[in-house]
Nanobody
Framework: QVQLVESGGGLVQAGGSLRLSCAAS????????MGWFRQAPGKEREFVAA????????SYADSVKGRFTISRDNAKNTVYLQMNSLKPEDTAVYYC????????????????WGQGTQVTVSS
């Protein structure tokens, strides 16, 4: 079992930055692949970024590539999402997800989720 708790969301102006954190509980954190998804009002949850268990492999949605960076600190059981050059269309609830297999870009295929943190980007 993996429990996830996100933090770091908030209100920021367009062009600004935020860093999200996802703290995980459980001794098996170093074995899980992690990622971030987001869900805007009236839209489906979508993939944002993923990172392998050892941090060696990352992947991003095209919409955030070059602006967002995912990283992890296995000593702190935490994964991060650094978000730069934020745009109003980045406004959403951001969720942390985990999976023992490679993280899937299909939300339903990932079994562990946090409660989400709101990110609002004003124009």
């Amino acid at each position: 079992q993996v429990q996830l708790v996100e933090s770091g969301g908030g209100l920021v102006q367009a062009g600004g930055s935020l860093r999200l954190s996802c703290a995980a509980s459980g001794r098996t954190f170093r074995s899980v692949h992690m990622g971030w998804f987001r869900q805007a009002p009236g839209k489906e949850r979508e993939f944002v970024a993923a990172i392998s268990w050892n941090g060696g492999i990352t992947s991003y949605a095209d919409s955030v590539k070059g602006r967002f960076t995912i990283s992890r600190d296995n000593a702190k059981n935490t994964v991060y999402l650094q978000m730069n050059s934020l745009k109003p269309e980045d406004t959403a609830v951001y969720y942390c997800a985990a999976r023992y297999a490679v993280l899937s870009r299909t939300p339903d295929e990932n079994p562990y989720w946090g409660q989400g943190t709101q990110v609002t980007v004003s124009s």
